[in-house]
Antibody, heavy 120, light 108 residues
Framework: QVQLVQSGAEVKKPGASVKVSCQISEYTLSDLSIHWVRQAPGKGLEWMGGSDPEDGKTVYAQKFQGRVTMTEDTSTDTAYMELNSLRSEDTAVYYC?????????????WGQGTLVTVSS | EIVMTQSPATLSVSPGERATLSCRASQSVSDNLAWYQQKPGQAPRLLIYGAFNRATGIPARFSGSGFGTEFTLTIRSLQSEDFAVYYCQQYNNWPPITFGPGTKLDFK
């Protein structure tokens, strides 16, 4: 089964950027569609974006367009999510997630989560 | 954007009883509906996909039903480890993929 291991917690100031990594093991990144979901403290799950399993193109939620970049390094099987112009409302746990099932977007594998705190 | 709603927000049930959780989509999502369980400090865990298919390793006491806009997650004979927050997710019309606000299942 696939394992997703994320980078550690981050504390950032408003206006800064954060880059969270998601290391894939037991599978190769090129065989997977990685998505990112965040969860503010005490709140629900919010999808940020991910790769379309049909064509591999990255799709972002409109809310984050222009502020988020999701990239992949297939040489190290690591996916990245970078969020710019951070504000306090971006304080959340950020998860990477994926599935081994083809052409579907329910997520049976999740990283452990990365807490990003935005505070002056 | 498809808006997902869940009811109730909190459901208080005793161990051994049955819990019925509802999820509604603002427009049809066919059977492209998943349910997740989340416990404090943990990542979500996939329970049901395709509206009624149990994910690998999920006990048979969890069952999903529904199609289109109305969905139900039923948990028979609640165990202590089942008390958690449950989210539904649609992946039919995307972007965006959308989640419901969650139902907290707690001890009565």
């Amino acid at each position: 089964q696939v394992q997703l291991v994320q980078s550690g917690a981050e504390v950032k100031k408003p206006g800064a950027s954060v880059k969270v990594s998601c290391q894939i093991s037991e599978y190769t990144l090129s065989d997977l569609s990685i998505h990112w979901v965040r969860q503010a403290p005490g709140k629900g799950l919010e999808w940020m974006g991910g790769s379309d399993p049909e064509d591999g193109k990255t799709v972002y939620a409109q809310k984050f367009q222009g502020r988020v970049t999701m990239t992949e390094d297939t040489s190290t099987d690591t996916a990245y999510m970078e969020l710019n112009s951070l504000r306090s409302e971006d304080t959340a746990v950020y998860y990477c997630a994926t599935t081994l099932a083809p052409l579907t977007l329910n997520f049976d594998y999740w990283g452990q989560g990365t807490l990003v705190t935005v505070s002056s | 954007e498809i808006v997902m709603t869940q009811s109730p927000a909190t459901l208080s049930v005793s161990p051994g009883e049955r819990a019925t959780l509802s999820c509604r989509a603002s427009q049809s999502v066919s059977d492209n509906l998943a349910w997740y369980q989340q416990k404090p400090g943990q990542a979500p865990r996939l329970l049901i996909y395709g509206a009624f298919n149990r994910a690998t390793g999920i006990p048979a006491r969890f069952s999903g039903s529904g199609f289109g806009t109305e969905f139900t997650l039923t948990i028979r004979s609640l165990q202590s480890e089942d008390f958690a927050v449950y989210y539904c997710q649609q992946y039919n019309n995307w972007p965006p993929i959308t989640f419901g606000p969650g139902t907290k299942l707690d001890f009565k």
